[in-house]
């Protein structure tokens, strides 16, 4: 059975927060010859690792968010919803919060200062429903459940060839 998202934004908006934080990481226009050239602090080096980092955990650990965002890496896998998995989700969740919060904030310039407190409000987001385990295993609400998330996903994976079929059938399988 689909696992319903802690909660019902939360791996959307980290999803495009990670997206969004991505964008710090656009270079820099060309700087004029003779000039030299800036190079990215090691706390912007380690905010993008992390921002890179925390997008592939997420969308391994959301297989159907990871279909909808166009990475199908995932696309034969339906998400763990055990509470183990829940709970080592949690658990991640805190080790991306604790490793942002080790990065120097002064170190970084606005941009990415601003990613890093985005990032950082949308864990805290997250991690404020925690405590709510009977709502977050609700698989049947007013606005749809299980049987009608499925089928979104299923329209919203690619077949474009074999080995994309290959991988829908697997996920049907599961």
Known sequence: MPHKPQHPCAALLLAGLLSLAGCASTPAPPTPAG?????PSAA????HALFDAAWDDAMQRN????TYMGDNRYGDKLEDASPQAEADGYAALRRWRQAAL???RDALNATDRVSRELFLHALD????????????RMTLGAIGGFHTEFANLLQASPVRNGAQARQVLARLTA
Do not use: C, K, M
């Open 63 to 66: 297989p159907h968010w990871a």
């Open 35 to 39: 000039s030299a050239a800036s190079t």
């Open 125 to 136: 987001n997250e991690l404020a429903f925690e405590p709510l385990v009977g709502w977050r």
């Open 102 to 104: 080790a990065i120097d």
């Open 44 to 47: 912007a080096t380690a905010l």
